[in-house]
């Protein structure tokens, strides 16, 4: 026999096998195929070695390499088969296995509208040339008031306006702030202040995170809150800056052309002081707090008035993501009912 006719007869053996494995769909039919292919006496990969024996004696290396080919090839097809039809099996027989029950379905999380507000902030300053800048939320009396130009006698420091901790013990290591009281910080201008405590002038950052104050939750207002700082400091930093920053970012967040105002107000840490709204669906709403940093605050922290000027903002987040989604009670961004989370 030559060669190619042997390879040939393999091959349309090896084919059937293929055909006849694919379409067993039983434990009986498994026991036909291996009797009918794979059987010691009589079965077809047998008879196809026995055509070897006329095969050339040049041709047999070959003709050996292809009849193992094959052989490797029905056996693997053939134990496939096997354990595809064992887990059938297991499933139809397993006697709590009812595939007429509907599946279970995985309820996807989602991300928290805060924390989706919160990237987006970042993102939008980002693209404006301001890097993030941490804090921590245990202040002391320093970064929280002292350095904010807020002196010992100033009403902002009222135990009914901040969460007060236990005053600062020695720690053994150093002196620094024993005896001084700490609170959750009440606002994130605490970063400005170690911020610029650490980096030399040009300064452009923000800062974002929790705050903490005892007001009564009610619509607009919970004890505990985010707020976003932004802080730039420069030689000729203006408040034609301040506005052109405040403007570009209500721009970019409400994505279209946004007027923003400033109306005089007063922070112990800014001078001058201003309150931002920005003009939106026909109306005035509040942005949040901003002026030019106040000398005080630049010198309590080493810098030179004369040459270093700067301003600073923070706005409140929930207040921005309400007024994104229309959402009329700050109250359910804290109850994480899945319902209401699961519209963002
Ligand atoms: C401040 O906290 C100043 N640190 C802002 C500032 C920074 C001024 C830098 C100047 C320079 P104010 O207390 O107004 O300002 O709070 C800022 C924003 O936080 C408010 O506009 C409001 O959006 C939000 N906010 C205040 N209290 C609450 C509260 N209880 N719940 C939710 N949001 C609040």
């Not at 006697?95 to 995985?106: E, H």
């Amino acid at each position: 026999m030559a060669l190619q006719e042997f390879v040939e007869e393999l091959d349309s053996l090896s084919a059937s096998a293929h055909q006849a494995l694919t379409s067993a769909t039983n434990e009986e039919q498994l026991e036909e195929f291996r009797v009918e292919f794979l059987g010691a006496k009589n079965g077809r990969l047998k008879s196809a070695q026995k055509l070897m024996g006329s095969v050339g004696k040049e041709d047999k290396p070959a003709a050996g390499q292809k009849l193992n080919e094959t052989k490797k090839l029905i056996l693997g097809a053939f134990d496939d088969a096997k354990a595809r039809l064992l887990s059938i099996e297991a499933d139809v027989l397993d006697p709590t296995f009812d595939p007429t029950l509907p599946g279970k379905k995985y309820r996807l999380g989602r991300i928290h509208p805060i924390t989706q507000t919160i990237e987006e902030l970042k993102d939008i300053m980002g693209r404006l040339g301001f890097s993030i800048a941490e804090g921590p939320e245990i202040e002391d009396d320093w970064h929280n008031f002292e350095a904010l130009n807020i002196p010992g006698e100033h009403p902002a420091r009222d135990p009914l306006d901040n969460f007060y901790l236990s005053v600062a013990e020695k720690s053994g290591v150093s002196d620094a702030g024993v005896g001084q009281p700490t609170l959750m910080r009440s606002q994130t201008s605490t970063v400005q202040i170690r911020v610029m405590e650490n980096n030399p002038p040009p300064i452009r950052v923000i800062s974002l995170g929790r705050v903490y104050r005892p007001d009564t939750a009610d619509a607009t207002h919970y004890p505990m809150f985010h707020q976003m700082e932004g802080l730039m400091l420069d030689v000729d930093v203006t408040m034609a800056d301040l506005k052109t920053v405040l403007r570009l970012f209500a721009t970019n967040y409400l994505g279209e052309d946004v007027t923003i105002r400033i109306r005089p107000s007063f922070f112990p840490f800014t001078e001058p002081s201003v309150e931002a709204d920005y003009f939106w669906n026909g109306k005035w709403v509040e942005f949040g707090g901003a002026g030019m940093v106040d000398p005080n605050v630049l010198q309590s922290v080493g810098y030179d008035p004369e040459t270093i000027s700067g301003f600073a903002f923070g706005l409140g987040v929930e207040r921005l993501c309400m007024r994104r989604h229309s959402i009329t009670d700050i109250r359910a961004l804290f109850t994480n009912e899945t319902r209401f989370l699961h519209q963002f």
